[in-house]
């Protein structure tokens, strides 16, 4: 079993969480939003930000990109394997990733969202990892700073297990 050292709980997760919604939906108050969730990391954030959100027309959709490379290293040759359905011309959308790294997936992603035609993209993760950031990627709402290290829990996989764990742990390599 992996060396594990929690670093954000239950209780920590889900008051970031509530803050986080409350910022979103005072900015986004009257207006539609639309969540764009990056699969598969942040499938457990969104479901839980998307239900604190106090704003009356939410959709949301999802993408998901891969890159390959080593488990633990982001890799810079980024892939689309999953688009979006909704049309989001003239929409205002939000990013909803999992954790920003290198920054080079956002980066590839938001490229992506722009060609078509939204109003206004923004970002929201509930990790920014500082350290190794290599695009300049502005997160417009983060709910956890970290410098470094490997994450894993709450979404989180290293070789695509522990996304089910509830807590959000460093794992020692
Ligand atoms: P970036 O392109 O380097 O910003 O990497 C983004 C993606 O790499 C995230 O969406 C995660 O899927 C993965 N990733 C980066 N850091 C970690 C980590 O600490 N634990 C698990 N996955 C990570
Ligand atoms: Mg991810």
Do not use: W
Not at 63 to 70: E, K, N, R, V
Not at 88 to 110: F, M, P
Not at 133 to 141: E, G, N, P, Q, T
């Amino acid at each position: 079993m992996p060396d594990f050292t929690c670093v954000l709980d239950k209780d920590k997760i889900k008051k970031q969480i509530s803050r986080t919604a409350e910022i979103i939906s005072t900015d986004y108050r009257g207006r539609e939003l639309v969540l764009v969730g990056v699969l598969k990391g942040a499938f457990l954030f969104l479901a839980d930000l998307a239900r604190e959100l106090t704003l009356e027309r939410v959709k949301i959709d999802f993408l998901q990109a891969s890159s390959y490379g080593a488990d633990t290293v982001s890799s810079e040759n980024i892939v689309l394997k999953k688009d979006i359905d909704i049309d989001i011309r003239g929409k205002d959308v939000i990013v909803v990733e999992d954790i920003v790294d290198t920054g080079l997936t956002l980066s590839y992603l938001i490229a992506h969202l722009k060609t078509f035609g939204p109003s206004s993209i923004k970002v929201c993760a509930m990790i920014d990892k500082k350290e190794r950031r290599k695009a300049a990627i502005h997160v417009d709402y983060v709910c956890c700073s970290v410098e470094k290290g490997f994450l894993v829990g709450y979404g989180l996989d290293y070789a695509e297990d522990f996304r089910n764990l509830p807590q959000i742990y460093h794992m020692k390599l």
